[in-house]
């Protein structure tokens, strides 16, 4: 829950104040910072500076305090959340019941995933796709071992954090 609602600060945040803030980024050229500061994220201490008394902070430091992966195309910032699996950073100030459940759910996410890759080498291994049929089959299978890799590291990554409780 705690995640959900610092995606929904960080998307309000970060996309609803863009067209707004559009003309106050580019009177930004040629200004002085006027001080440093802090920002709090998730309790994650980050640092901000302050223009023409506003407060500006870095988008990849607010995105990734929260476990968004950042990436940027040109002029263009990109978050995503990722395919459900959670990273070594979402679980800063959860409880051990908070970790404990998404452990659970993680290694059902993992039993699902194991279940379906199954099926998939079943179909590849049957030889009765070629063709497109067949490469679309390799490439959700790669997809899915992808998906098990990253649902296995956060399960240890999580209990990890379960132990350091």
């Keep these: 829950m705690k995640k959900f609602v610092s995606g929904i600060i960080v998307g309000a945040l970060l996309f609803g104040g863009v067209s707004a803030f559009a003309e106050d980024i ?7 910072v006027q001080a440093e500061t802090t920002v709090s994220v998730d309790g994650q ?3 901000g500076i302050i223009v023409d008394g506003k407060t500006y902070a870095s988008v990849r430091a ?12 040109g002029k263009k910032v990109n978050l995503k959340v990722g ?10 100030g959860y409880t051990k ?6 452990l659970d759910t993680t290694k059902s996410l993992l039993s699902s995933y194991n279940e379906a890759l199954g099926s ?14 067949l490469q679309y ?8 071992t992808d998906r098990i890799t ?4 956060s399960i240890q990554d999580i209990q990890a954090k379960l132990a350091e409780l």
């Design 150 to 153: 990253k649902a296995e590291q």
């Design 62 to 73: 607010i995105g990734e305090s929260v476990g968004y992966t950042v990436t940027i195309d």
């Design 45 to 47: 201490t980050l640092t």
């Design 97 to 102: 019941e908070q970790l404990q459940k998404e």
């Design 137 to 144: 089959l390799n490439d959700k299978y790669k997809q899915l």
């Design 83 to 92: 395919d459900s699996v959670l990273t070594t950073n979402s679980f800063r």
């Design 120 to 133: 998939i080498k079943s179909s590849i291994d049957s030889g009765k796709y070629d063709g497109e049929e």
């Design 26 to 32: 580019k009177s930004l050229v040629g200004l002085k």
